[in-house]
């Protein structure tokens, strides 16, 4: 699914115009970021929970050349699902 079909769907289930939904989806997904931005940890209960980890510097290889390369730390956006989202 994508974000048109997102809002789409949104629109559906809530009874509101898209152009109503797609201005919920850009607000939570504007919040969301300003949230794992500052290192922050958003959980929805019933879904799942978003938090950021620091994943740190390592040594890779370039498949192509078979060189060692250096990998840099970088902060990632981790989603663990809630246990019952699937059932």
Partial sequence: MNK???IAAVA???G???VDARKAVDAIME???KELK???KIALVGFGTMSVTKRPA????NPRTGK???IAAKK???FKPAANILK
């Fill in 76 to 78: 990632v956006v981790r």
């Fill in 12 to 14: 559906e289930k809530a």
């Fill in 38 to 40: 500052k290192d922050g």
């Fill in 68 to 70: 060692t390369i250096k």
């Fill in 16 to 18: 509101m115009t898209k």
């Fill in 31 to 33: 919040v969301s970021k």
């Fill in 58 to 61: 390592r040594q890779g290889r």
């Fill in 4 to 6: 048109v079909e997102l």
